[in-house]
């Protein structure tokens, strides 16, 4: 897609360290005059806002702004939008930045924009070039398959937010246009490679991070949400031959769906313990329901994200579970031969769905409180 040249362009810029979201704004602005970065943080004990603004002279702005709720969609919603706008209206930059606060994820922020630069809307000026997460080589390893929470981090986005900072980061690696680098550690850029998209880029050191080449590009909402989404999943991208490099990734796929009790016996085997795992499975006595699968950190998410034609536009049930980890190579081999030890265990025999899945209607759902009451 070609760029409309009389818009000004609109990157959003992620991080769940906040010295290297200032360090990738500064970047920013010192290399390209034209540059105007809009950064917030919330201070959610004292439901605020802080909006610094900033260009290559300097802070323009630097302001506490009070917020119906210190969230990151009010930010957007509250603050962001009209503060963009009015920076577009000004005339004095022709590339605008909006650098979140540090752990918040780039796709719900890209949803509100893109929804406002429709012809009509509050930034109709503006148009959305790029999403772009910021992460160190040197320390991705910790910060994925650690148990650190963000709270424990200081960069929690609310009062209860209780994320691992794993969580975080794997969905701003996962949704992010592009992904710029630093640091060198071969096991964090391979891991690096194991989260991001297929179709995202990646640019290593913060010299490599041009306005320039972020207005050449448009973000695509399509492909972002295709991204995020748990049937998006894909593994390396990239050849991902450095010796050094002890990142692993394990698809475990199947037409099967899991046994629902056997899945709650071996759950911890497969779900828990320091991996990233992402993907969507099926049990036979929700034969219509997608079932999410994200854990990170130590933790686990399950849910019932809708029916496989209103979630996954009708295609067949699959389990799919996409599982990167790193460690050295004993350690990294226990770790996958228990989890397809699980995974095999966890799924149903042919015999049990012989039927088609009639006879388990019936059964007590012994995953209710996880996925919530089973439609009639």
Request: aromatic fraction near 2%; include cysteine; charge should be negative.
């Amino acid at each position: 897609m070609i760029p409309e040249p009389t818009k000004r362009s609109l990157s959003v810029l992620v991080a769940v360290d906040p010295v290297l979201r200032d360090a990738a704004a500064a970047s920013l602005t010192l290399t390209s005059p034209g540059v105007v970065v809009v950064r917030h943080d919330l201070l959610p004990d004292e439901g605020t806002l802080r909006r610094l603004v900033v260009d290559a002279g300097g802070v323009v702005e630097d302001e506490t702004v009070p917020l119906a709720h210190a969230c990151v969609s009010c930010s957007v919603r509250e603050d962001a939008v009209p503060t963009l706008a009015r920076l577009a209206d000004d005339g004095r930059w022709t590339d605008l930045v909006l650098a979140l606060p540090v752990s918040a994820e780039p796709l719900p922020a890209a949803r509100a924009l893109s929804a406002c630069t429709e012809p009509g809307g509050e930034l109709e000026r503006l148009r959305l070039a790029a999403t772009v997460a910021v992460t160190d080589l040197d320390t991705l390893a910790a910060d994925l398959l650690g148990d650190d929470l963000v709270d424990e981090r200081g960069i929690a986005l609310t009062d209860d937010d209780e994320r691992p900072v794993g969580e975080a980061v794997a969905a701003q690696l996962e949704q992010a246009d592009l992904l710029v680098t630093t640091g060198d550690d071969p096991t964090g850029s391979g891991l690096a490679d194991r989260l991001r998209a297929a179709d995202s880029r990646r640019a290593d050191g913060l010299h490599e991070l041009d306005v320039s080449a972020l207005a050449a590009r448009t973000h695509d909402r399509v492909a972002a949400e295709r991204r995020a989404h748990p049937l998006g999943a894909r593994g390396l991208v990239g050849a991902g031959t450095d010796p050094r490099d002890l990142s692993w990734s394990l698809l475990l796929k199947s037409a099967s769906p899991f046994h629902p009790q056997r899945l709650l016996d071996r759950i911890e085997d497969l779900g828990t313990g320091p991996v990233r795992s992402r993907g969507v499975f099926h049990v036979p006595d929700r034969p219509d329901s997608v079932c999410l699968w994200d854990g990170a950190g130590g933790a686990l998410c399950v849910a019932d994200l809708g029916t496989w034609d209103e979630v996954a536009a009708g295609q067949r049930p699959v389990t799919r579970i996409l599982v990167v980890g790193a460690g050295e190579p004993e350690e990294a081999r226990a770790v996958r031969d228990r989890i397809l030890d699980a995974f095999g265990e966890a799924l149903t025999t042919r015999t049990e769905v012989a039927d088609g899945g009639v006879g388990w209607l019936g059964r007590t759902d012994v995953l209710a409180p996880w996925l919530g009451a089973r439609a009639a």
